[in-house]
């Protein structure tokens, strides 16, 4: 789940998320929707929020940073049991 496949991956899903909204919160809830087909709970949305703030800091306060913290939370959904082994 971390090889360059996945990464690229989630490299596409960010993007794509970008080019629908700006809005981190829809972003949010268009990413469970696509790979979770559901929306995010309200501790899922505000954990998600948190991950990409604290993210954003540790990979610096660039714009490249911020496309970095929304492609490994797309990796992280990506990869999440729930996804892997949908019903």
């Known amino acids: 789940l971390n090889g360059d496949f996945v990464i ?7 993007l794509r998320l970008e080019r629908l ?4 919160s829809q972003r949010i809830e ?5 790979c979770l087909g ?3 709970s ?3 949305q505000a954990l998600a929020t948190e991950f990409l703030k604290e993210q954003s800091t540790r990979l610096g ?7 970095a913290a929304w492609r490994d939370l797309c990796q992280s959904v990506l990869g999440c049991n729930e996804a892997l082994y949908l019903p």
């Open 21 to 24: 909204t700006r809005d981190p």
């Open 30 to 34: 268009m990413l469970w929707k696509i």
């Open 42 to 44: 309200e501790e899922e």
């Open 38 to 40: 559901r929306g995010p």
């Open 61 to 67: 306060s660039s714009k490249d940073s911020e496309q």
């Open 8 to 14: 690229r991956r989630a490299e596409e899903l960010a």
